[in-house]
């Protein structure tokens, strides 16, 4: 007695004389669903510190932007006075990742900072972005790490 093989259902197949019973599952097995679980794990492990880093660059980005914008409005404050702005004459706002502040201001000079808050305050080595009247303030490798857009 020969019947049609269905999924999930015993099925009877006539091997010589004898009668033998198969039966065929359908889905994963355990082993199958562990290796995929695995390789999901693999692959956010490298994927997320990747991320992590390209969203502190962008908001690093958005640091230095303001900050020309701060020494723009700097220029433009002592073009029309005796001396640079403070933060309050030339309208700074403080950014969400960043604080902005404008810590020296003379006839002849200015310096503005950026301080890293929240979470962009773990971006190491780059959590205090300077400038002043010529541009970025510190060594070159500082400069090279964290003003390159």
């Known amino acids: 007695m020969l019947r049609p093989l ?3 259902v015993a099925n009877y197949q006539i ?5 033998v019973t198969t039966c065929r599952s359908s889905g994963f097995t ?4 562990m290796i ?24 690093r980005a958005e ?20 001396t640079y702005g403070t933060a309050a ?12 502040a404008v810590t020296t201001n003379t006839a002849t000079a200015f310096t503005a ?4 808050t929240g979470a ?15 541009g970025p303030v510190g060594d070159s490798a500082h400069r090279e790490k964290c003003w390159k857009r």
């Open 36 to 59: 995929v679980v695995a390789l999901v794990a693999i692959l956010a492990a490298v994927a997320y510190p990747s991320y992590v880093d390209s969203v502190r660059k962008s908001r």
């Open 63 to 82: 640091a230095i932007s303001a900050l020309e914008d701060v020494r723009l409005s700097q220029a433009k404050w002592r073009a029309n006075n005796a």
């Open 113 to 116: 900072t950026a301080t890293a």
């Open 15 to 19: 091997m010589g004389d004898k009668e």
């Open 6 to 8: 269905q999924t999930g």
């Open 30 to 33: 355990l082993i199958e669903l």
């Open 120 to 134: 962009q305050a773990g971006d190491a080595g780059c959590t205090i972005l300077t400038i002043n009247q010529t």
């Open 89 to 100: 004459n030339i309208g700074i706002a403080n950014r969400p990742y960043y604080n902005l």
